[in-house]
């Protein structure tokens, strides 16, 4: 160890100990140089090593002080939704949601969208610039259909952080998690099958069950272990599942990481009634305490697991780089993919393969999982402070979005009309269901809190829900 | 018209008057500018002009001298495809051609690359490279589904040169060809269905058309003109067809742009038998002459046919920059693109509008127009030089393929093995067929004839051909 990780250790045993608690101011640079007998730089490292763990923080002009964290806030209760397999509905308001992105003017809560403005993404928009002008032009030639040979390697490196041992050839690239999800689901399922989902689910998978033709049959999902086992089971017992398609980890939209115990016992489910499972990761690597949760697809040794990621969460979504480890499903998955976009494009691919390998991906990471933490205890201590009494909130351990549970009397279709008159746009829960559940739920964006907007939003949600509470006082449904 | 301009008509009349003849030197510049009373510099405009037109050549130190064309070669006859709904087989060689794309040293011939080496797209990669740096990095955020605002008012503006007057609403963006091609088919069939294709017939399309579950009936083909008309309402009148899907201009691999008449001929039956067009326009900017043939779209005033292209043929693959002019089917449309892969790349969307926008689009054309053109024409005097008695070759008026029947005995299969052994890759004629047919044809793809690489090849597949000639003399099967 050296000597300013010593240092910082002993620091965060105090702090641990609670001779420092949240909030408090910690000793000066100076001080502790004093005290430790070590030089001034090595104190500052110190300090700087605890601000990337996210234990404490520099104030600017005032010195270093311990992080202060909200306390968690009071869950969502265990999902309820419908015992049976729904042809999903919902199309027309997604529709509505993908029609409205390009207007400018909105505070855009509704959508998943990481910051795309950290320091830490410099590097990748050189290495673009570069390789566009690269002397033999061969970012502009198509992509082996399987993607960038570099690319997997690097990725095939990343995703041994997850546990998982995977050979580069296992890995399929694709444009976005989205095509990844939607291939496998091709693969996988035929027109009338039923695929189980989480409840409440992306729904950009959930549509995509939809127009393949297939149904969707949504289990009960705890806001903190993720889908029930137990009804899992069942499911399986009763129907002809052909297919589950989960997001384990730092899950959309509650935020849940099921535990290790959960993810093996699932895989045993899976493997006694033979279902494969996509396992969609696509925030995996913004947990915020290391090492990340492993993904299922770690614990299998069957290739039943197809794993599907991108960075569009982790890095950017405009480059389109997403990917599959497609198990034993990997010669159907790779044709459903040549003929569905025949290969993703050259330049994107060498940029973020050059990206990770110089070491830029995991420092970006350290930057944005401390700031989306803090970004996550901002707008939860916001949203206790304005949104009426009997709100609940999902409490994630990775990733930057909120599950918001309202009092029952708030819809929150309505609840987004009236927020866009005011500049202001949520993901109404009705989204996130095969059948219209979760009227009076909505997902927030909580990227960036040190943007006033943000708060300036949250406060104008909470008048507004208050508003429609004592417009629906007296219930006429 | 300008003074250089009224040189150039003077000296194309009488090349066309036979004052001259294919391979004739023309008069001096010194001489024509006596002649005309025009300065030097003027001629030499003129005799760029008919450069560019792909009437007359400069050869180096020698002077200007009329193109030498090779007479049209003996066409292939119409073929007689299967006359019953398949399920598309020859999966497994299309994969075979997949997993090959990346070795690196092989003469391919067999994949349709265009030329991503000429001068004229320099200005791409800088543009490329220019708003990878822009200092707002919205390179890095979610495109808009349908996709960029400044691309699709480009691409109405590029498709008003095919007859089309479309609002750019009326346009989404794509991950190239492939992508608007499998999200139409989605759009409109289901599986089970029947779809119209020509034959032969792009394997992109036909093996889409085999993963979402459909069937193909292929229709006769006339090398010239394109799928018989008279087939094909026959087809309409048997089966219950749920689509066609055709490359009416340029086509691959045949190369022929159906004519006027037929194309409107086609749309009446279409409208009459009330099925939808996939109308795949990918070579339609390659065509050699201008103005270019018009699109079925063009034509259509019931929003029947969807138009896909991409600029993979006429700009380069790897930026995968296609779309769809969805008509009618609009909304399905953009919901499957979107479900998908959400939105397609936005750096690359941005640097094709602006290459469209600042000219540089219309100047590639003029540049690869002319070399195709010429390409063909060297390939052509080859393959007539190089292969057995017997051998057939198509004429394409645009882009750069050549679909070439070979004499009976001659297995394209085993000619790819063998090429390959020699390092030369050709696509067998099975691959471009839903039932296997074509065994004795072969598509070659005839870019950049200056590369003596390509001579060789053509010369080494001529004596591949004789050999497997000669041990079939026998016939066996
Ligand atoms: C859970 C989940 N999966 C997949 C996606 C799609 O990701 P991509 O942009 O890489 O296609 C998203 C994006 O919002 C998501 O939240
Ligand atoms: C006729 C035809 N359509 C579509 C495509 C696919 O084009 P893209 O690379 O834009 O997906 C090709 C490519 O070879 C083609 O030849």
Redesign the interface.
Known sequence: MKLYEQVATTLKDRIDLGYYHEGDKLPSVRGLSQEHGVSISTVQEAYGLLIDDGVIESRPKSGYYVLLRQAPPELPATSSPASQPLVVAQ?QKL?HM?NE??SQETTKLS?A?PD??AAT?KP???L???L??SAN?????????AGS?LLRHQIARVMVDSGCRIHPDEIII???C??AL?CSL?AVT??GDIVVVDSPSFF?SV??IK?N?VKALEIPTHPETGISLEALEMAFEQWPIKACLLTPTNNNPLGYSMPDQNKIRLLELLNRYDVPLIEDDVYGDLSYTLPRPRTIKSFDTQGRVILCSSF?KS??????VGWISPGRYR?HI???K???????????QMAVAEFIAQGYYEKHLRRVRRDYQRDRDAVIGWLKREMPEGTRISYPQGGYLLWVELPEQVDSNELNTRAKARGISIAPGTLFSASGKYRNFMRICCVNSSNPALEKAIVTLGQLSRELMAQTLLPHE
């Not at 032009?137 to 259909?145: I, K, P, T």
């Not at 890095?315 to 389109?320: L, T, V, Y």
């Open positions: 199309w529709q993908i992105y390009g959508l969208l795309t403005h993404l990748l928009t050189r673009m610039a570069e566009s002008r032009r061969n970012v502009l030639d198509y992509e082996h259909a040979d694709t444009s976005g989205q095509e939607s091709r035929e027109p950009g549509q995509a127009i033709g569009s890095i950017a979504p405009g480059i389109r010669e790779m044709m459903v040549y003929l569905s976009s025949l290969s993703t494009p050259k330049l994107t």
